[in-house]
């Protein structure tokens, strides 16, 4: 006879013990650490790919790696930080943050929030295991683009069914994410003043359910192309392989709003905290992320200037890309006005935050040079679009999440980082990015096309400058390393407080919870909402 | 988490998978789309839907006009084909039937499947160009090493507008064969 012990069931139970706790999680807070190391490992082993192809730019002639394997270092560069690295790092902020921010107790959805992370792993790992197949990785570009893609070797529906699972796994995070903000609030919390990061990400998530099939879409077209005797994108049996751009690009041009948007909101939340004063113009902010989203799904051709297109279409398609710079520009207006008269101090996530508002707005403005159709027949294909969606991504998206890990990171560890090491990261990190990404555009003006492993030698001397830039850029990214690691491990030894950062409270909830903060975020929904953000 | 709130949660995930494999299906509307989208009249077609047969009419001939036509043959990555025109360019009167012959010949010492594609440049000019009898109106089978000339036959529509004195129709053959025979 046993006896059985009856445990009473109660709602503040800790973590499972040991390594299972990881793979059967379902708490907000372990899936948020799960993507964001995951995120960071990737974005070393995209990184890596970078070194890859920079090592071989180096000097013009062929180096180190043959020209088929240049052309899948671009290829998977680009896949692996897309979709394994910004992405899953922008969904282990909302993981982490949404709950707390909203004054909810987890996600709404916890148990798909783990199946949704761990699809992403099989599909990264499904992409990396392309590498070592008959006939190499994908080298088409990250695009896609048939016929191309259709020459390559066996990688091809292995490539094809990594999309699939990593747009499901983004789909399902994207539904965890609305279900969280729309039923999961605080009754105080209302829509207008939740913090700007939950706003952008509300708005990336509908974003990403409407995209993300369509892209699954086209990758199926190929796949029944090549292997079912469809005829989508092949013009033998009168398909259009120019029908393929424009499906692509439905789902491109949103996708890097995908990656921009929750960036935005990170902004909004850390520049506020550091100028000591409210966010300039909450209400203007929210309207610029909707209607930027808004535009994003109506301008897609804009990358396809040069493929052959009507003259009213390329006059529609450049007009309304211009369009864009309206909201965006009123978000750099707002950041600025926020820092305007601020008492500011310059701690690792601020600096990052301003380097942020500087450096986007240079690729945001050599964006609009591109969207001018006559001359983008120039910069088409060139590295002068490679500096520019470099800008927007590097300075711009890492940037922000680096700071929002410096940010957060005394948050969730309860521990403080070292601050002079951050500062070291900012300083050689913003210095180096510009050595490595400047110089693409004089490359690009010259005419050096992009996702090429050997140039005519005009281009050397800036080419040599970039990638001495890009080894610089790298090994710094190495202290940001030491830095988790460090304060994950006890960090200064310094004791933080509940808010962390001088009057955070005042901005957003989070940081009402205790550093590191309670197992369940909030178990009774908070009553007070703090509106300094707004 | 209470009763309630789990069961919004839920219906609202429903929906929202909804909305995502309705865009799956909006991915393939696409595919339809674009084609009513290059059909119409406003739009200057780029995308040359020319292997549509004409009837042959009779228009009236534009003697004091002369459009240069350059013809262009390409074979699609390593279709085995040898593929020219009987002459690389003619000049012609607008309203004016012409007939070119192609040559084709098929390489390998098995039967073969062969598609040609046509495309213009500029792309506008493809609804002025008008085909009574082309090699591009269906497929093409050759027999081992085979080799055939096959007639186009042509006119230029009047109407096509002052400014277009060159114009260059290529066409590319691609191999079908695999696809013929899965088929
Ligand atoms: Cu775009």
């Known amino acids: 006879m046993s006896a059985v012990v009856a445990e009473h069931d109660h709602h503040d139970h800790g973590p499972a013990k040991g390594l299972l706790r990881w793979i059967i999680t379902t708490n907000h807070k372990d899936i948020g650490t799960l993507y964001l190391l995951f995120a960071l490992a990737m974005f070393f082993v995209g990184g890596a790919m970078a070194m890859v192809i920079r090592a071989e730019l180096f000097e013009p002639g062929l180096q180190f790696v043959d020209p088929a394997f240049f052309n899948s270092m671009t290829t998977m560069h680009a896949l692996v930080m897309v979709f394994g690295a910004v992405m899953p790092a922008f969904v282990g902020l909302a993981n982490w943050m949404i709950p707390m921010m909203i004054g909810a107790p987890d996600m709404a959805l916890p148990r798909m929030n783990n199946m949704s992370f761990w699809l992403l792993v099989a599909g990264v790992l499904l992409l990396a295991s392309t590498l070592l197949m008959e006939g190499g990785a994908p080298a088409s570009g990250w695009t896609l683009y048939p016929p191309l893609v259709l020459q390559t070797g066996k990688a091809l529906p292995f490539a094809i ?44 998530a509908f974003l990403l359910i409407a995209i993300m099939p369509v892209f699954a879409g086209a990758v199926t077209m190929l796949l029944t192309d090549k292997f079912f005797q469809t005829s989508f994108f092949d013009a033998a049996g009168g398909g259009d392989p120019v029908l393929y751009q424009h499906i692509f690009w439905f789902f491109g041009h949103p996708e890097v709003y995908v990656m921009i948007l929750p960036t935005f909101g990170v902004a909004s939340t850390i520049i506020p905290v550091f100028a000591r004063k409210p966010l300039f113009g909450y209400s203007s902010m929210v309207y610029a992320t909707a209607a930027i989203a808004f535009l994003s799904f109506i301008v897609w051709a804009h990358h396809m200037f040069t493929v052959g297109m009507p003259i009213a279409g390329e006059l529609y398609f450049m007009y309304a890309t211009m369009l864009i710079a309206i909201p965006t520009g009123v978000k750099v207006f707002n950041w600025t006005a926020t820092m305007w008269k601020g008492s500011m101090t310059f701690e690792t996530p601020m600096l990052f935050s301003i380097a942020f508002v500087v450096l986007f707005t240079m690729g945001g403005f050599t964006g609009l040079m591109m969207a001018i159709a006559p001359v983008d027949f120039q910069y088409h294909d060139t590295y002068f679009i490679v500096a520019h969606f470099h800008y927007t991504l590097v300075p711009a998206s890492i940037f922000i999440l680096m700071a929002a890990g410096y940010f957060w990171l005394p948050k969730w560890t309860g521990h403080m980082y070292n601050e002079k090491i951050g ?3 900012f300083w050689l990190s913003a210095i180096s990015v510009n050595i490595l990404f400047f110089p693409q555009h004089f490359l690009g003006l010259a005419g050096m096309p992009r996702r090429i492993p050997d140039y005519a030698i005009q281009f050397a ?5 970039s990638s001495i830039g890009g080894f610089i850029f790298g090994a710094s990214q190495l202290l940001f390393l030491y830095i988790v690691v460090d304060t994950i491990r006890g960090g200064t030894g310094e004791k933080v407080t509940a808010e962390v950062w001088e009057d955070a409270s005042k901005h957003s909830l989070e940081w009402t919870l205790s550093s590191p903060p309670p197992y369940h975020s909030f178990t009774t929904p908070p009553t007070s909402i703090p509106t300094e953000h707004i | 988490m209470s009763k309630d709130v789990a069961n919004k949660n839920i219906k609202l995930a429903r929906t929202l998978l909804l909305v995502a ?111 009574i009898e082309c090699f591009c109106f269906s497929e093409q089978t050759f027999k081992a090493k085979e080799a055939k000339i096959m007639p186009m036959r042509f006119v230029i529509n009047p109407a096509l507008p002052e400014q277009y004195k060159t114009i260059t129709l290529s066409y590319t053959f691609f191999d079908n064969t695999e696809k013929s025979v899965k088929k």
């Open chain 1, 161 to 204: 069914f990594s999309v699939h699972l990593l747009g499901i796994s983004s789909i399902m995070g994207a539904i965890n994410i609305i279900a969280t903000i729309f039923n999961m609030r605080a009754p105080a919390m209302t829509l207008m003043k939740m913090p700007m990061f939950v706003w952008t990400w509300l708005i990336t």
């Open chain 1, 423 to 425: 500062q070291l990261h």
């Open chain 1, 461 to 465: 001397d800036w080419n040599m400058i």
């Open chain 2, 21 to 131: 494999v309705a865009m799956f299906g909006f991915g393939y509307a696409l595919v339809p789309l674009y084609d009513v989208l290059c059909e119409w009249k406003w739009i200057e077609r780029d995308r040359p839907d020319d292997i549509k047969k004409v009837p042959e009419v009779a228009y009236q001939i534009d003697r004091n006009r002369e459009v240069t036509v350059e013809f262009m043959t390409t074979l699609n990555e390593s279709t085995p084909m040898k593929f020219r025109a009987e002459k690389k360019q003619l000049k012609v009167h607008p309203g004016e039937y012409y007939t070119v012959n192609f040559y084709a010949e098929n390489k390998t010492d098995n039967a073969m499947v062969a598609r040609a594609i046509p495309s213009f440049s500029p792309a506008v000019i493809s609804s002025y160009f008008e085909k």
